[in-house]
């Protein structure tokens, strides 16, 4: 029995992947490198981020015969259930034309190649530049940072403009299977909300 989501995901991979035949590497953006223009990420402040990450998928499909005899199916909307990222990343790119084009390398790259893992990584960023990005992972960084499964909040930051990038499933075993990027601005003095989703319907998690 073959599903309609089935069907659209093996698209969405083939078409993804046509491009990158061969021999195909994540490398940092070509693009110069300015601190000056991020020099403020570096600066502790009294910005909080409180966000989740977290999806949801169909667990019933209602099926149907169609003229040729195939079986397709569409999803059961109220058998969609919530699952909250017990393990994921977050990373903050101060705003900058570099930091833009980071964001999108890791987004196409973890679609791609699904070898996410986190910010901490040579393929994307050379070590003199990672000190510019706040970053932790949950639920490593413990439960001041980690409040429960697919929440946090982040917090002591300096007010401003990030890309900030939530990495799914970041193990060991798994090593990440998809990157998103928004954009997020920080304000002195409070609290910031956030929600990363993937999957099925719209978005249901609360920060």
Not at 27 to 39: C, H, L, Q
Not at 91 to 104: F, N, R, T, W
Not at 180 to 186: D, E, F, R, S
Request: net charge neutral; hydrophobic share 35%.
């Amino acid at each position: 029995m073959i599903k309609i989501n089935d069907i659209k995901n093996m698209c969405i991979t083939l078409i993804a992947l046509s491009p990158l035949c061969g021999c195909v590497s994540p490398e940092p953006p070509r693009i110069p490198f300015n601190s000056g223009e991020v020099a403020w990420a570096k600066k502790i402040g009294n910005s909080s981020i409180k966000g989740c990450v977290s999806g949801a998928e169909f667990t019933k499909y209602h099926s149907y015969q169609i003229p040729d005899g195939t079986y397709m199916s569409y999803p059961d909307k109220g058998s969609s259930v919530e699952n909250p990222q017990r393990s994921f990343t977050i990373d903050l790119l101060p705003e900058s034309g570099y930091m833009h084009e980071l964001s999108k390398k890791m987004h196409v790259y973890s679609l791609r190649l699904h070898s996410y893992k986190d910010l901490n990584d040579p393929r994307w960023v050379d070590s003199s530049i990672i000190n510019f990005i706040p970053h932790f992972s949950c639920p490593d960084a413990g439960p001041t940072i980690c409040t429960s499964a697919g929440h946090f909040i982040f917090s002591n930051l300096p007010a401003g403009t990030w890309y900030i990038v939530a990495g799914y499933n970041s193990t060991p075993e798994q090593r990440g299977k998809i990157a998103l990027t928004q954009k997020i601005t920080t304000i002195e003095g409070q609290t910031v909300p956030f929600v990363s989703w993937v999957g099925a319907l719209d978005k249901t998690c609360n920060p």
